[in-house]
């Protein structure tokens, strides 16, 4: 972990990470991008969360908005339709049972619609600065596995799993770390195991083609 951490300074950072950066104070908002960011190229999703905060920062005035509404202004995310019945769903229940106020706890968060562990542990991380929460998507599902670290079968049993293996200390910046050198050099097919700064502790499992290195992982 910290060969990595070391490793991706510089590389372009998640969506989700740009939003909270920008937005350290508007756990809303970085609840609801991390809503859009499913399934999701980072840069539809950064583009889709500025145009909504633009008309709708807050979740009344989210509320305010229709579907239909919301729809136009997310499109084209992953399920943009399915996405924008949620962002409503989950600002007007912000709204009647939280006093317009992101809950600062996995079981509260939970209770949202369209909200997940993932989703719920990443809003914990960047907007409440949890020390105690590991927020796994695809891409920390997938490396930690390839790296040997678990063997499971789906993000939630690697979450499990990663409490158990993984130091304390580690668990708030998982998701940074891994999600950055997964969209940079452990991609998904041919990753670039040849520029790879970790490639001796890797087990390579589900490894079959292995892909160039970049000219450079760095921002130009």
């Known amino acids: 972990m910290r060969i990595v951490a070391r490793k991706i300074d510089g ?18 908002q970085i609840l609801i991008a991390t809503l859009l960011s499913a399934r999701t190229k980072d840069a539809t999703t950064l583009a889709a969360s500025t145009r909504l905060f633009a008309k709708a920062a807050t979740p009344q005035a989210v509320s305010a908005l229709t579907v239909t509404q919301i729809e136009k202004l997310i499109f084209p995310v992953g399920f943009y339709r399915n996405k924008a019945v ?20 996995l079981d509260e968060l939970l209770l949202l ?23 796994v998507d695809i891409h920390v599902h997938r490396i ?15 979450e499990q799993e990663l409490y158990r293996v993984v130091a304390s200390r580690w668990w708030p910046v998982i998701n940074l770390h891994l999600v950055t050198w997964g969209q940079n050099v452990c991609r998904p ?28 992982s760095k921002r130009v």
């Open 11 to 28: 590389m372009e950072l998640p969506a989700i990470e740009k939003i909270s950066q920008s937005q350290q104070d508007a756990p809303f």
């Open 86 to 105: 949620f962002v409503r769903a989950a600002s007007k229940m912000l709204m009647a049972r939280f006093g317009g106020r992101v809950p600062s706890t």
């Open 113 to 135: 619609p369209g909200v997940g562990r993932k989703t719920a542990n990443l809003v914990l991380i960047l907007a409440f600065q949890s020390q105690t929460s590991i927020c």
């Open 144 to 158: 930690a596995n390839r790296l040997g670290w678990v063997r499971t079968r789906d993000p939630e049993q690697t």
């Open 189 to 216: 097919v041919a990753p670039r195991c040849g520029a790879c700064a970790i490639s001796s502790e890797c087990r390579r499992v589900g490894v079959g083609r292995v892909g160039r290195p970049a000219a450079s």
